[in-house]
């Protein structure tokens, strides 16, 4: 049953005075009924200030550090901050640090500590203390402590870094010790970390860094062509004196360099040879070099595919292009094998059969030129190892490090520094013709008149104590 009810009498039940709106009193009403069935709703302290949280777990932190007491943090967030700022790569780090090395990191961070993975670096301590002896820094190093510690000179300036506030930088000396041993020993980046006590990926950088370094600095300085003169007349006449032939300046020769099988074009690298001969599917790039009489490289070629002959590799060599073709080298001679062919500048050995008693004796004498930058690609692959065996470096670097070991190939040859014949390496490469062996008709009368000379000359007094003649 309902009830009607005029607006007069509705407003008599409450005492309203009679006229007035009642829609106003309604609105009110149903607004108080709501916010008495609704619970009170008060803000978080996150919400209504989030910078006043945030402000006081900082100074808990500051308070919990200053009382000793360790704030426990994510494997993912401890990682993230140890290694902001560091200028040496990654350096792994975990809660197991020695207190000493956490208090010298607290000192330079201003009360934040940073905890270090503690590697053990008892070999790297021993090798650079002055009480090592010469034998076994030379074992290490393939060069004696003055020759290293020139080379540390030259660089410093260019390899050095600075401190920050989380660690120390590595010092010069460290950082070429690590890419000295690495080229001299070829072994692998996980034994070059435990030797020295830095982390893979640091040692890996160190390397590329230091042979860029060297590359940069002491290139121009150590592998230089004998432009003057002077120098041209001094590499002839000790050359002349040992073999007979006049106006060498240089003895060239071509050899490869073993690589892990390229994700990209891997046939311009494939070595049919080397693979025939091995029974083993190679790679290989190559490093075509010409050395003065002493065996120290006046100019190097790096980088061509092993797949190109050595005729291939000369032919887009700076050496043939910037010299060669453009008539420098008129009146000397480069000396080189057969797998090059006979130019203006090249001197090669005859190829075909039946030669004449003159040919045979000019063969016996280029090949003892040759053999001089023979030998020195010998003591080149002999002194680093990184050369014998596939390395990790990638094809793209490769060029940088195998320059680096040209360089250092000078700079112990011309310091004395000899070779330990018990590391001696053998070279594996093989002796092509090449497949124009004539391009100069004017080499051709050149070659026959040396020839000529050298049978009529005195044997004895021609080839001199530097050769041995087969």
């Known amino acids: 049953m309902s009830t009607s009810y005029t607006e007069a009498q509705f407003g008599s039940l ?45 100074h808990q932190l500051l308070e919990g550090e200053a009382s000793g007491v360790k704030r426990q943090r994510s494997p993912t967030t401890s990682s993230r901050e140890n290694s902001a700022g560091s200028n040496d790569g990654d350096h792994e780090h ?14 330079r961070g201003g009360g934040r500590r940073l905890w270090v993975k503690e590697r053990d670096h008892e070999w790297w301590d021993r090798m650079s203390s002055p009480a090592c002896p010469e034998d076994e820094f030379r074992r290490a190093f393939r060069m004696s402590r003055a020759t290293f510690e020139a080379v540390c000179e030259e660089l410093g300036a260019a390899v050095a870094k600075e401190d920050t506030m989380l660690r120390a930088a590595i010092p010069v000396r460290q950082r070429v010790a690590v890419c000295i041993w690495r080229l001299a020993t070829g072994e692998p980046l996980r034994l070059v970390s435990k030797r020295f006590g ?11 860094e230091v042979c860029a370094a060297i590359k940069a600095v002491l290139m121009p300085k150590a592998v230089q062509w004998p432009e003057a003169p002077d120098a041209a007349a001094g590499v002839s006449a000790t050359f002349e004196a040992a073999s007979g032939i006049p106006a060498v300046v240089g003895a060239m020769y ?8 390229p994700k990209a074009n891997v046939a311009a690298y494939y070595n049919r040879r080397h693979t025939e001969r091995n029974q083993k599917t190679s790679y290989s790039i190559t490093v075509q070099g010409v050395v003065d009489a002493g065996g120290a ?39 080189g094998g057969a797998g090059y062919p006979l130019m203006d500048w090249l001197l090669v050995p005859y190829t ?65 520094d000899a070779v330990d014949p018990d ?6 490469d093989d002796d092509m013709v090449a497949d124009n062996p004539v391009r100069s008709t004017a080499a051709v009368a050149a070659r026959d008149s040396i020839a ?19």
């Not at 071509?254 to 690589?259: A, G, L, V, W």
């Not at 000529?452 to 087969?470: D, E, I, T």
């Open 198 to 208: 830095l982390g893979i990926s640091t040692c890996h950088k160190l390397v590329l």
């Open 423 to 428: 590391i001696a390496f053998q070279l594996f």
């Open 254 to 261: 071509t050899t490869h360099i073993p690589i892990i099988a």
């Open 94 to 107: 975990s809660s197991g640090a020695a207190p000493g090395g956490a208090a010298a990191a607290a000192g």
């Open 14 to 58: 409450f005492d309203l005075p009679a006229g007035d709106d009642l829609t106003s009193w309604f609105t009110h009403l149903c607004a108080e009924e709501q916010a008495a069935a609704l619970p009170a709703f008060q803000a978080p302290v996150a919400m209504a200030d989030p910078s006043r949280k945030r402000s006081a777990d900082y």
């Open 352 to 416: 075909h059969h039946n030669m004449t008693w003159a040919q045979h004796v000019f063969n016996e004498r280029v090949d003892g030129v040759r053999a001089v930058a023979r030998d020195a690609f010998q003591r080149l692959k002999s002194r680093w190892g990184c050369l014998q065996k596939r390395t990790e470096v990638k094809l793209q670097d490769l060029p940088v490090v195998l320059g680096a070991c040209c360089v250092l190939h000078n700079i112990c040859e011309r310091a004395g």
């Open 297 to 335: 490289f006046t100019d190097v070629c790096i980088g061509w595919p092993g797949s190109m002959s050595d005729a291939d590799v000369l032919d887009r060599s700076a050496l043939y292009a910037q010299r060669g073709a453009a008539g420098l080298l008129q009146g000397q001679w480069v000396v």
């Open 452 to 470: 000529h000379n050298l049978l009529h000359r005195n044997s004895s007094a021609a080839a001199g104590p530097g050769f041995v003649f087969k």
